[in-house]
């Protein structure tokens, strides 16, 4: 029954606040202009895709001009574009308030997000040029090795980091 609702039309309400049953989020002025965030991970498959996309829609939904921007040799973002029927541009594509883009971005935004991927792949100057950096890691024993050459990876730059799928005590 719930996996039909969460199917349907309408989805899945069950869950949701009645603030955003009703569409209603508390909006923000951001004075601020191209923060760069970039989201990469200690290894491939760790959610920075998941990560950054819904640091995006967020920042959007209280009032952001967002920008991502797939730094990384993944190609997800050409499938997600066809998926989500994003609307298409001659810069890229746009989808709920967000814009999305393979190259550097020459408009105006709030929030530039940059999905670099894994670490080691991703163009060292993205990370050091980072205003915000956010780094996905695991914390299972076979993914604990990647994430110690990550803090290597890192040349001493301060990043928040993020472990999905971890229990509240680790």
């Known amino acids: 029954?719930?996996?039909?609702?969460?199917?349907?039309?309408?989805?899945?309400?069950?869950?949701?606040?009645?603030?955003?049953?009703?569409?209603?989020?508390?909006?923000?002025?951001?004075?601020?202009?191209?923060?760069?965030?970039?989201?990469?991970?200690?290894?491939?498959?760790?959610g920075t895709t998941t990560i950054a996309f819904g640091l995006c829609s967020w920042l959007a939904s209280v009032g952001a001009k967002v920008v991502y921007r797939e730094a990384n040799r993944s190609g997800d973002l050409a499938w997600l574009t066809k998926s989500y029927g994003m609307d298409e541009h001659e810069w890229g594509h746009s989808f709920e308030g967000v814009q999305y883009c393979e190259r550097e971005w020459k408009g105006?935004?709030?929030?530039?997000?940059?999905?670099?991927?894994?670490?080691?792949?991703?163009?060292?100057?993205?990370?050091?040029?980072?205003?915000?950096?956010?780094?996905v890691?695991?914390?299972?024993?076979?993914?604990?090795?990647?994430t110690m050459q990550m803090k290597k990876q890192l040349w001493n730059q301060q990043a928040f980091i993020i472990c999905p799928f971890t229990e509240e005590k680790i």
């Open 1 to 46: 029954k719930e996996l039909a609702a969460c199917l349907s039309e309408t989805g899945m309400k069950r869950y949701l606040t009645k603030d955003k049953q009703a569409g209603r989020h508390e909006k923000y002025q951001f004075t601020c202009s191209a923060i760069r965030i970039v989201v990469a991970s200690s290894q491939a498959r760790m």
């Open 108 to 135: 105006e935004s709030n929030f530039l997000v940059y999905d670099a991927g894994k670490l080691g792949n991703a163009d060292r100057e993205v990370i050091l040029d980072a205003d915000v950096r956010v780094v």
């Open 137 to 146: 890691c695991g914390t299972k024993p076979y993914e604990l090795k990647n």
